[in-house]
């Protein structure tokens, strides 16, 4: 069955496709808000807030004023691995990445997804003080494993996917092995990831 990114409200009773004044799907009004995981250590997805700034892990600040959505996917959008893909295997290759709705073993999967003026920038947010080369890794295989099924679900998209931004108030500077694991990202899906607190669109 294909996988609906796009999907509300989500199957997730901590979800917040429904449950928040700024729900999955729905336009985004503010000129300045946050994307948070607070919660995500709680399998809650990653959610909109425009009330308290000191929880945001990355601000938004949209000058331009055209619509903006986020659509969470960790904790939301169920994708199960069906292919032979394998993130330890330095030989991988695209064809070898497929997903299903159903499964046995999920994907790694980011935060979600920023989509406003033809652009899709898909967000992973780290929040705990693991060592970098652990953290970069991860949030590297999750970029790669949630675009590629993007890319596989919805093909009309895929040209929108723009450079997605990895988000870790934590830690200031360049991490070890960050370069390496951005140079990895752009081999498998065709663009690098990104590092911001905080965007303007």
Not at 33 to 47: H, K, L, M, V
Not at 96 to 112: A, P, V, W, Y
Not at 137 to 160: M, N, Y
Not at 193 to 200: D, K, L, M
Request: charged share 25%.
């Amino acid at each position: 069955m294909p996988v609906d990114f796009f999907i509300t409200p989500c199957a997730n009773p901590a979800g917040n496709c429904t449950t928040y004044p700024l729900p999955c799907l729905t336009n985004i009004p503010n000129d300045r808000f946050g994307i948070t995981d607070e919660d995500g250590g709680n399998s809650t997805p990653a959610r909109v807030d425009n009330v308290d700034p000191t929880i945001w892990d990355l601000t938004v600040v949209n000058n331009s004023g055209v619509n903006v959505i986020f659509k969470a996917v960790d904790w939301c959008v169920p994708i199960y691995r069906t292919g032979t893909y394998n993130l330890d295997d330095e030989t991988r290759t695209a064809a070898q990445f497929s997903s299903d709705n159903i499964g046995t073993e999920l994907i790694k999967r980011c935060e979600g997804f920023l989509q406003f003026d033809s652009k899709i920038l898909f967000i992973e947010i780290k929040k705990r003080p693991k060592k970098p080369s652990e953290w970069i890794k991860d949030a590297r295989g999750k970029f790669e494993e949630t675009i590629l099924s993007f890319k596989e679900h919805h093909p009309h998209l895929a040209s929108q996917i723009v450079k997605p931004i990895l988000v870790n108030t934590l830690h200031t500077g360049l991490a070890t092995s960050e370069m390496l694991q951005k140079r990895i990202l752009k081999d498998k899906i065709g663009v690098e990831f990104e590092r911001h607190n905080s965007i303007t669109i």
